[in-house]
């Protein structure tokens, strides 16, 4: 049984930093590539940040320059420094984990964390 925790969410000020963590946990071989996404109150799900096994990283234009993705392969564990936050960042963010290998399988397969609760006040 494969999970995805995030942790680290909560209340900041406009202009503060959070740090959100993703643990897995499971018989996981391996990942590909790991991400976080968010979705705000009435909007759908958007692309925050995603790393590939590699290191290479990919961010959505509203996040660029403040936020930043990295991941400890070795922990399967995927991180998200997040600073300048601004209220428009208010938004459960979630923890995405594509490719996986299952020891028990070489199938391939995503998993999703249940959220964390990003509010940023003005």
């Known amino acids: 049984q494969v999970q995805l925790v995030e942790s680290g969410g909560g209340l900041v000020e406009a202009g503060g930093s959070l740090r959100l963590s993703c643990a897995t946990s499971?018989?996981?071989?391996?990942?590909?590539?790991m991400g976080w996404y968010r979705q705000a109150p009435g909007k759908q799900r958007e692309l925050v940040a995603t790393?590939?096994?590699?290191?290479?990283?990919n961010y959505a234009n509203s996040v660029k320059g403040r936020f930043t993705i990295s991941r400890d392969n070795a922990k399967k564990t995927v991180y998200l420094q997040m600073n300048s936050l601004k209220p428009e960042d208010t938004a459960v963010y979630y923890c995405n984990a594509q490719g996986v290998v299952l020891f028990t399988t070489r199938s391939r397969y995503q998993y999703w964390g249940q959220g964390t609760q990003v509010t940023v006040s003005s």
């Open positions: 790393i590939t096994s590699g290191g290479s990283t």
């Open positions: 499971g018989s996981i071989f391996s990942i590909n590539d």
